[in-house]
């Protein structure tokens, strides 16, 4: 199968790598975000450095059997903590000596619940994954295999604090450390303590249902340094889709850098330690509790690189984080920088827990050189960080790409291919003019392993014909982290229609992964394939896998026509006119061809813009948001006036 590494995926807001190599020693991702039952939002998860106050003698000594496997007494809160949108309330709790909490009186299935083994773990294991329906409701700041620090001093204790309604309920482990464990099924080997004399805490709030994680100190195990699965996250009532709120880390990665997602039953374990990695003293995971009314802006999908004069659709995936359904909810999009534009979208009923992706109103790319900042917004609400998202786009004479453009950008991409096999690995683009394609671009990772391997450009329809394919190119060590540009010997017309480029690599002794990757969370469906055949076969949409974004472009032949020079002339009028939002644009006689609209201002600049498809005979041209005055519109040579008031 194709491969990936973590090193460097593309971390945005909502854009983020979630597939690691669990071999290597890293943490491996697991299945999509889906429809939340848990009313945490990974979006809102909050790691942050902090302070970490151990209890002393506040509070009460938590009773156990033993300091290995046991399960505590049922222990008060000291308030009722609501929980994960349970319609009861929890008053009460039992603890586990393995580093995790069941909220409510009953204990989770065995005092010994613990993950299988100490790398290669299996599914269900553990109290995360467990299928048991005694091991929900579960709270897991440090789950594995834990026993009493050889130094001594092993307590658990639990204290509230505080006056109502604002009340701390903490508990906490104190000096602990992980018991050596078999490696895996097939390593019987032990693996050595990574953490020695380790202490941590939950904390419940009172009223706003926030869970924090924090981490004490810690010193590192005899070992040997090894990575060790650790299960950390929240776990809601049962065990279907989307309860499970966990942080991925690979073992070498530091705390501070845990990313978090809310996510089906993984394949395995995504949070791993190691002794020579500890926790900054008072680091935090905070899990804030949703809001009624929470819409996140995951994506934004873009070109990275776009040819002026190109008229193209900004799409965005909009998450419903809250607890109700989202209705007539606005969606904006504002485009500066070499253009001018903004449209809008609404959404209505969208339910809690689910997201929907919106399709805005083209808008025609300025003339090369340029860059554009694409962004988009939603109303402010009680977690304002996820109100909007941004992406750059760079205008370019010729080239399409999903990559923006490396330099200074502080992206690292990431590798994608299909090792000692053969296989193609595409894009497909867009593509609404009769066009020639001249050359298909490649960025070559650095730990791609590709040097001195073969790989060429190829040209396919979306349903996998052959259009061309470029001479073969050895890739050199200078390549690695560049560009390099694979040309066609003869040039290959492309129709008005959409079109895939890919780099094909052959079978070869040597595992090699060609093509950058970026991550994208959600992955948009439609834009990233492969296929395991150089040719023959369907090409394969690679979202629901989670990967994207290819690093993978198309040059076409000559710049796209400049907006600024006249289509022919399209008679029209415009009613209503006056108007305050938006008003019809009726042609004399359908288009021939697609054509920009444009609105100019007093000064003669254009302040929206949208596209005439061929054979239109109308169009409704929206002006909302535009001060009142006397406008411009035109199409082609032909122009009209607007007043808006």
């Known amino acids: 199968m194709t491969h990936t590494s973590p090193f460097g995926r593309r971390v945005s807001r909502y ?7 669990l071999a290597a020693g890293l943490a491996l991702g697991a299945g999509p975000v889906l429809g939340q039952q848990l009313s945490y939002y990974a979006g809102n998860v909050q790691n942050l450095a902090a302070t970490y106050q151990d209890l002393t003698t506040t509070g009460t ?21 609501a929980f994960a949108g349970t319609a009861t309330p929890f008053t009460t709790f039992v603890l586990n000596t393995n580093g995790f909490l069941r909220l409510g009186s009953g204990a989770p299935s065995s005092p010994a619940l613990v993950l299988d083994y100490a790398q290669n773990t299996t599914v269900p294991s553990g109290p995360l994954t467990s299928t048991d329906a005694r091991d929900s ?7 594995t295999d834990l026993q009493a620090a050889t130094g001594g001093g092993t307590e658990y204790r639990v ?10 309920c903490t508990i906490q482990w104190k000096n602990v450390r992980d018991k050596p464990r078999a490696v895996s099924a097939s390593n019987a080997t032990l693996l050595g303590t990574q953490y020695e004399s380790f202490s941590f805490q939950v904390k419940l709030y009172e009223t706003s249902g926030q869970i924090d994680f924090v981490y004490g100190p810690g010193t590192a ?7 060790r699965a650790v299960a950390v996250g929240i776990k809601g009532p049962g065990q279907p889709s989307g309860t499970l709120l966990m942080p991925n880390k690979a073992s070498t990665t530091p705390w501070a850098s845990a990313l978090f997602y809310t996510r089906a039953v993984p394949v395995a374990v995504p949070f791993n330690v190691r002794s020579g990695v500890l926790p900054d003293p008072g680091r935090t995971y905070r ?22 004069g190109t008229a193209h659709v900004v799409r965005a995936n909009i998450y419903n984080a809250g607890t109700q359904a989202l209705f007539n909810w606005p969606v904006q999009l504002s485009v500066s920088g070499a253009n001018t534009f903004s449209a809008s979208q609404l959404i209505d009923g969208l339910p809690a827990g689910r997201d929907t992706t919106l399709s805005f109103t083209a808008y025609v790319a300025a003339p090369a050189p340029g860059t554009n900042t694409i962004t988009v917004t939603v109303p402010a609400d009680a977690f304002p960080h996820s109100d909007r998202a941004t992406e750059t786009q760079t205008l370019t004479a010729g080239t399409l790409s999903y990559f923006p453009p490396l330099a200074g950008s502080g992206l690292t991409p990431s590798f994608y291919g299909f090792d000692t096999r053969a296989g193609i690995t595409a894009v497909k683009y867009p593509n609404a003019r009769a066009t020639v394609l001249t050359a298909v671009t490649d960025f070559v990772p650095m730990a791609s392993n590709s040097t001195g391997q073969v790989i060429y450009g190829v040209a396919l329809t979306p349903g996998g014909t052959l259009l061309g394919f470029t001479p073969d190119y050895v890739v050199k060590a200078a390549d690695l982290g560049t560009v390099v540009t694979l040309p066609f010997t003869t040039p290959v017309p492309l129709a008005a229609a959409d079109f895939l480029v890919g780099i094909a690599q052959r079978a070869s002794t040597v595992a090699h992964y060609p093509v950058g990757l970026l991550g994208e969370d959600p992955v948009r469906t439609g834009a990233f394939y492969d296929r395991g055949d150089l040719l023959k076969g369907a090409f394969a949409d690679v979202a629901p896998r989670d990967f994207g974004i290819f690093g993978i472009g198309a040059v076409l032949a000559a710049p796209v026509t400049s907006t600024a020079a006249a289509a022919p002339a399209a008679g029209f009028f415009l009613a209503p006119n006056p108007t305050a939002a938006a008003t019809w644009l009726t042609f004399a006689a359908p288009l021939p061809t697609a054509q920009p609209v444009l609105v100019l201002d007093a000064l003669g600049r254009a302040v929206r813009q949208q596209v005439a498809p061929a054979r239109a005979s109308r169009l409704l041209l929206e002006v909302a948001g535009l001060p009142a005055g006397l406008y411009r519109v035109r199409v082609g040579t032909a122009t009209g006036q607007l007043a808006i008031y």
Do not use: E
Request: charged fraction near 15%.
């Open 221 to 227: 195990g005899s070992g040997p340094d090894a990575f």
């Open 15 to 21: 854009r983020r790598s979630h597939r690691y190599l």
């Open 287 to 308: 899990f804030r509790a949703s809001a009624a009314q929470d819409a996140a802006v995951r994506a934004v999908y873009t070109l990275g690189q776009l040819p002026g």
């Open 137 to 143: 409701n579960i709270l897991a700041p440090f789950a």
């Open 159 to 168: 204290a509230t604090t505080g006056t109502a309604p604002n009340r701390v």
């Open 61 to 81: 000594v938590i009773t156990t059997a033993n300091l290995d496997d046991a399960n505590s007494a049922p222990q008060a809160i000291g308030f009722n903590f």
